[in-house]
């Protein structure tokens, strides 16, 4: 049995389908598992990160255990219970989902949300693997309102080179680490094959849609006023501005061969993601 935390996200559904997908036992951990979509035969059981007791439960019999525990800066204590949820069960493989750059200063607080959730990972004397990921291709769904309206889209990550990666490359080489013990030990910078900027991804979208795709360039203040109205607390804000700034620095124009060392084949590009994914920007 392998249990997925996060298993309605953007990393871990794809996780969940792959797993699957390979014949393998799933469990789900999901808040609500009448309302997951999830294949026949995996086990969606309720529970949340932030739950001690519901993961603690889920653990029960799971052989390897996929750990998504940060969604933002207040989650790092739950992050490290997901590890101690997992090493009282006796859970023999964990996989923890962080970030990349992970620990750059130059990060500021954005940098620090997955470090002690990696330190215990690092600590539990199981066998670990990290997965560090780039900027993900789907990110760039926040701009489908905007490319239906035709209007610009507010680019809230400024317009520095990424090395954006497909979030099934993620998920696959997730799926890879739960299953295969010589990746333990192991921390993976996920990326894809080149550095693009948001406006590059834009330009791809346009002509793959076939219609002009603008991006609306934002200063630091502006982007904090946007994030801010959109609900996020002043930490959180703040941490995501400073992440714009690195970006926009260069500090991740970042590739790496982790993701075809692991997967024997090239990652995929963001065409190759904007090309399977178009229908979600293009009207009705």
């Known amino acids: 049995m392998i249990l997925v935390t996060g298993a309605t996200g953007t990393i871990g559904s794809e996780v969940v389908r792959q797993l699957a997908a390979r ?11 009448a309302a997951a979509r999830v294949p026949s035969g995996v086990e969606a059981v309720p529970g949340h990160h932030r739950d001690r007791d519901s993961v603690q439960a889920a653990m029960a019999g799971v052989e390897a255990a996929f750990l998504v525990g940060v969604f933002g800066p207040d989650d790092a204590q739950h992050d490290r219970g997901l590890v101690e949820a997992a090493r009282a069960a006796g859970v023999p493989r964990i996989v923890k989902l962080s970030s990349i750059g992970t620990g750059d200063p130059r990060l500021a607080e954005f940098g620090n949300w997955h470090l002690p959730g990696e330190e215990a990972v690092r600590a539990s004397g199981l066998e670990w693997t990290v997965l560090r990921p780039s900027s993900f291709a789907s990110n760039t769904l926040a701009w489908a309102e905007a490319v239906y309206a035709g209007t610009a889209a507010p680019n809230l990550m400024s317009d520095g080179a990424q090395g954006v990666v497909d979030p099934r490359d993620v998920s696959e080489v997730a ?3 739960l299953l295969d013990p010589r990746h333990a030990g192991r921390t993976y910078t996920l990326t894809g094959p080149e550095t693009i900027r948001a406006s590059d991804q834009a330009a791809v979208l346009g002509e793959i849609l076939d219609r002009p795709v603008e991006l609306l360039q934002l200063t630091a ?6 994030l801010l109205g959109a609900g996020l607390g002043a930490a959180y804000a703040d941490s995501l501005v400073a992440s714009a700034r690195f970006i926009e620095e260069g500090g991740n124009a970042v590739v790496t061969d982790d ?25 009705g």
Not at 23 to 33: F, N, S
Not at 221 to 226: F, G, I, K, T, V
């Open 175 to 177: 799926v890879s680490a």
């Open 23 to 33: 014949g393998q036992k799933v469990r789900a951990l999901t808040r609500d598992p």
């Open 259 to 283: 993701v075809p060392q692991v997967l024997r084949r090239p990652a995929r590009s963001f065409r190759e993601w904007a090309l399977d994914h178009r229908a979600a920007f293009m009207e």
């Open 221 to 226: 203040d502006q982007r904090r006023e946007l």
